[in-house]
Structures are given as structure tokens and as C-alpha cells.
């Protein structure tokens, strides 16, 4: 049988042929008609095609089946999407994030130095093969960064300040923005800001690893902001630490923030004020309205609401669907009266299906078999532990009420 070889060479096809006999190409005459083979080093076998197939006919079948049965996609926007997908399939990426990453990374086939230091300086700096995968697919350019005028001092300048160990590849993972500011003006103003907010290097590098360094300029007018109108600075550092992106929020959304909770006539100087910065900073006016409204059409009032929110601001934080749905439940279904529930706003966060009606559905069947005596108060099962719960009124009764386990992990809906 005769055998006809392409060579595939990035993205272009080579046809040969080893001196086929007329005799041997006659015996394989049916048209379009051939078995592919998969041969080492990208070389593919085409067994039986007629001798009477035009050469261009050929080329094209030919071509159109090895794309078919590539197993690495070709790139023929580059001549060398070859060399970058090995390049990058050495760093350890998956095959689909390789043909991903290398449609938007042109390196240059002579100039594949920078690419291999670059990978080098990751790996004697603990970067598993995981990590440089990770951070090549989130941002391909650091394959062109300079090591010697990029990398390297920032390297240093993190190992310097707490960075050590895990915690370096981690942050540069997680944040790779930082690799494309600059050292001075950028990264150490930011580092050295949070330390002195927050007192050492290690609960500023912590914070650190959270924040986006391209808002830092709005950091520090944020920070004279609230010691101005008397948060403690033990209070900021503790909304840092929680949530330091949170501080970083523009300059003028934190002044509409603070304004308001001032109007709202809570204290700055309360752990109370950070708690609700945090959540008033996440809503815009009009989503605040949405949610009055709501706990108005239940029946709250605007100052029972504002109680409320001054109570426990992350109540706030759900959906006006999620209000609606545990006020009718605590109401209509656990017969529980509209003040209790204004006097709770922390059941607002309680999931009906997961804490409120299977708990309610295991007192009911306990109260049938008269295994509890008098009526339990609702409140204080609410707000029980996970596991006090569970070990008090499910396993405590689960030898006595068969099916009692199974009906508390899995209850039938209403």
C-alpha cells in the first residue's frame, strides 16, 4: 500500500511523496476515499488516495482533516503559535487554556529568552507550576515582563515586608495588578499607608493581598475623612482588615456614605457605624428606597425601619424577595406578631428552607408526640446554634420519632 506524508509545520502543510508505483496507487484507486494516521512529530499518514486526485485536491482534503484531528489547535495568526504553545504547555496550563492564551500572546520565535527567565524567576521564587498557569491565563503580558527592571524589585521589596513563603505567589495569583504598577509611586505609598493604619507589616500584608492598587489614591482621602468625623482608628483598621477594598471606594461615594448615616443619627464612634458603612457603601439610593418601601408595604414603619437598620444593618443586604418571603413565613405561618419580628431585624437573614421551616417543622412533630411540653418560644430556636439545635431536638428524639433525621435534612415543601 502506498503511503502519502504531510508534515504539519507551523500551520502549513508539506506534502511528499515516497515513490508510489502505478501498480500500488492503482490497487488504493477509490476517491476521497483514505484512512488517517496519527504519526510522531505532528506527522500525518494518508493511506489509499487515487493517483488521479489532482495535487491541489489533495492538499485541501488533507488540510481540512488535520484540523479535524488535531489534537492542539492551530494559531495562523502567528508563525510561531507552535513554539509559544509549548512554551506556555511547560508552565504547567491545561491544553484548552494554552490554545486560549497563545491566540492573545505574540512572542516573537527569536526572542524566546525573556519568556523562559520570566517562568525561571517564578519558579525559584515558589511559584508552583499551578500558580504560573493561574497567572499566565489571568494576564499572558507577564511572560514580557523584564525580570531585572520589573519583577525582581518588587520581589524583593515583598519578601521585605512579609511576603515569604506561600503567601508571595498568593498575592501575585490573586492580584497581578501589582505587576503592572509602579514600585514607587504605586505600591510602597499603598504598603506603607496600611501599615500605619493598621500598626505592622504582617496585618498590612494581609490587607494588602485584598486591595487593588490602582485605587490607592482614594484610600488615603477616605482614611482622613472618617478620623475627621471621629471614627477611632482602631474602628478603621478594623474595616480594613474586614473588608479593605472597602476603603478604597471613590472619594465621593465614601462622603455620600458617612453623610448619611449621620443623618441617620448613628454613632461614628460605634462598632455599629462601620458595620453599616460597609453596607450602605455597597447600595445606591435608589435600591435603599426599593427596601424602605418593601418593609413599608409589611407594615414596618419608616422609623421602625431605621430602628432596624441601626440594629443590624446587614440586614439590609438582602433581596427585597428574601424580605418579603421570611416576613410572610414568621407571620402567616408561625403566627409570630409583626413587632417581634420589627424588635428581630437579624431573623430578616434567616433562609426560610434551610434554618426557619425545618426547625418549626421539627417542633410541630415533637409537640404531636407530646415529647415537648408547652409551647417553645420561636425566637430562641431561631437564633439557637446549628448544632445545639441538632443535638437537642433531633437526635436527642431520633430512637423515639422514626424518620425525625430525615425529615429535618430533607422537608417536604409547602
Known amino acids: 500500500m502506498s503511503t502519502f506524508k504531510a508534515e504539519r509545520a507551523y500551520g502549513n502543510l508539506i506534502l511528499s511523496v515516497p515513490n508510489p508505483t502505478a501498480a500500488s496507487i492503482k490497487r488504493s484507486q477509490k476517491l476521497y476515499s483514505f ?30 482533516r488535520s484540523l479535524k484531528t488535531s489534537t492542539v489547535p492551530p494559531n495562523t495568526s502567528s508563525p510561531s503559535s507552535f513554539t509559544v504553545q509549548n512554551l506556555l504547555s511547560s508552565s504547567g496550563l491545561h491544553l484548552e487554556s494554552v490554545h486560549s492564551v497563545s491566540q492573545k500572546l505574540q512572542i516573537d520565535e527569536s526572542d524566546l529568552q525573556n519568556p523562559h527567565y520570566v517562568i525561571g524567576f517564578l519558579k525559584a521564587h515558589d ?16 511572560l514580557h515582563c523584564k525580570v531585572e527592571h520589573n519583577l525582581k524589585p518588587k520581589f524583593e521589596f515583598f519578601i521585605e515586608n512579609g511576603f515569604v513563603g506561600e503567601i ?26 496600611l501599615k500605619s493604619v493598621l500598626g505592622c507589616s504582617e496585618k498590612a500584608a494581609s490587607a494588602f493581598k485584598r486591595c ?37 471606594q471613590k472619594h465621593q461615594r465614601m462622603v455620600y456614605a458617612v453623610k448619611a448615616l449621620k443623618d441617620l443619627e448613628i454613632d461614628s464612634k460605634t462598632t455599629v457605624f462601620i458595620h453599616a458603612l460597609r453596607v450602605m457603601l455597597q447600595m445606591s439610593e435608589s435600591t435603599w428606597n426599593k427596601k424602605v418601601e418593601v418593609l413599608k408595604s409589611l407594615g414596618w414603619t419608616e422609623e421602625e425601619i431605621l430602628q432596624a ?3 443590624c444593618p446587614f ?3 438582602c ?4 424580605i418579603r418571603s421570611v416576613v410572610d413565613f414568621l407571620v402567616n405561618t408561625l403566627k409570630m406578631e409583626l413587632r417581634t419580628v420589627i424588635g428581630r431585624p437579624e431573623f430578616l437573614m434567616l433562609s426560610v428552607d434551610k434554618r426557619i421551616r425545618p426547625r418549626y417543622n421539627v417542633l410541630k412533630i415533637l409537640e404531636s408526640k407530646k415529647l415537648v411540653i408547652g409551647k417553645k418560644n420561636m425566637k430562641q430556636l431561631l437564633t439557637m446554634r446549628e448544632n445545639n439545635f441538632f443535638q437537642d ?3 436527642k428524639y431520633a430512637d423515639k420519632v422514626p424518620g425525625l433525621l430525615e425529615a429535618y435534612e430533607v422537608l417536604p415543601k409547602p
Not at 174 to 191: E, H, T
Request: aromatic share 6%; with cysteine.
Open 168 to 193: 508571595l505567589p498568593e498575592l501575585i495569583v490573586s492580584n497581578p495588578d501589582v505587576l503592572r504598577r509602579a514600585l514607587d509611586s504605586r505600591i510602597i505609598p499603598c504598603f506603607e499607608l
Open 393 to 395: 431536638y433531633v437526635i
Open 35 to 64: 484512512d488517517l494516521l496519527c504519526c510522531p512529530q505532528n506527522t500525518f499518514c494518508f493511506q489509499g488516495m487515487a493517483s488521479n486526485v489532482p495535487l491541489r485536491n489533495l492538499l485541501s482534503v488533507v488540510q481540512n
Open 315 to 317: 440586614c439590609f443586604t
Open 319 to 322: 433581596s427585597e424577595e428574601k
Open 127 to 142: 511559584f508552583k507550576d499551578a500558580h504560573i498557569a493561574k497567572l499566565i491565563h489571568k494576564w499572558p503580558a507577564v
Open 309 to 311: 437598620f441601626k440594629r
Open 212 to 248: 487593588s492598587v490602582s485605587m490607592m489614591s482614594a484610600m488615603e482621602p477616605n482614611i482622613d475623612l472618617l478620623i475627621k468625623e471621629g471614627v477611632p482608628v482602631d474602628r478603621i483598621a478594623k474595616l480594613i482588615m474586614l473588608q479593605p477594598r472597602t476603603i478604597q
